[in-house]
């Protein structure tokens, strides 16, 4: 059956009232067959390939070919109402509890901040970034909170940055977004650095990337022995964050620092422990139960002593730590500019048909 003019502007109305994001492969497809009953087979140049949004809309458009319009349109309308709230689950709220990105909770005196995408390995979006700065600004000022913990929802604790982090290019091109996001990931490491209390992250599962380097920054880390290190920043032709290039080789050595910083190298929570960059290893299936009571504990001490004991060991490092932050915030502003780089992410977000 055919679809009127008229079913292809009420379909156009109701992609608007969606509830729930159909995520970017229907988006593209939608995107595709809009401009293919509008205007026909594509008639765009090609985006340059720094262009992500652009070219993956012009990618998907061009792959319909010479689709006729009336069928584009047919598809659209039936695209759209297999997505429409009838077909949606009913009593959806718009935001239900829990779906945040970053959860924070507080209880018994600790501050729980947990990275809340399990379906994406916790990848860090730049929302995330300042979720989590602001929590750690907050909690530091927030006299009811002793302790603060770091950990993950799902199987991983965190995948690292979001590589789709790179795909949004605002008018200002690569180079804006490679600028503000120096100026970011200065502003959210130098949080960790300057973190006043007891910092606690509870790795319950694989880590990658910033995810691992902060862990330097951090007062006590334990893992859950499924859990993973891994730092792949040459591979993605990047280079150290998180004050890494410096406490690494200190926590660590420099043979082994530079294993994991310059080759990739992952390691297991039992090998990241005996490297000292993990306090301890429990068995998974007894690792949420062992760490949160004996958090509990900790929690009880007295604050003000483990805040002063926490600025004594630390406060002589500060100043090295925040040079340190701003020359590999620096580095990684040129890094992202680089073919070594974009061509990383592209082989990663093609390789999920995510362009
Ligand atoms: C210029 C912009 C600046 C922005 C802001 C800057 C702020 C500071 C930046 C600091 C620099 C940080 C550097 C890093 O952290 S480098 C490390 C980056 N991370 C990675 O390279 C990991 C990439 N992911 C993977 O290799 C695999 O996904 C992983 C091994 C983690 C899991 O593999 P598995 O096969 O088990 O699962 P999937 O690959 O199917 O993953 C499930 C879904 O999750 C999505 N995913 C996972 N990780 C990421 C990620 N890091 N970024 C985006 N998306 C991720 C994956 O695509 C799957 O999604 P779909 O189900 O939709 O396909």
Known sequence: MRASQKDFENAMNQVKLLKKDPGNEVKLKLYALYK??????????????LDFINKAKWDAWNAIGSLPKETARKNYVDLVSSLSPSSESSGRVDKEPGSESV??????GITKIMLNRPAQKNAITIQMYQEILSALEATSKDDNSVITVLTGNGDYYSSGNDLTNFTNLPPGGIEEVAKTGSILLRDFVDCFIDFPKPLIAVVNGPAVGIAVTLLGLFDAVYA???ATFHTPFTQL????EGCSSYTFPKIMGPAKAIEMLIFGKKLTAHEACAQGLVTEVFPDSTFQKEVWARLKAYAKLPPNAMRISKELIRHNEKEKL???NAEESTALQGRWLSEECMNAIINFLSRKSKL
Do not use: L, W
Not at 237 to 240: E, P
């Open 237 to 240: 032709g990047q280079t150290a």
């Open 36 to 49: 293919q009953a509008t205007e026909g087979p594509c008639n765009m140049p090609k985006p340059g390939m």
């Open 322 to 324: 925040h040079a340190v």
């Open 103 to 108: 959860v924070i909770t507080s209880e018994d």
């Open 224 to 226: 859950s022995d499924r």
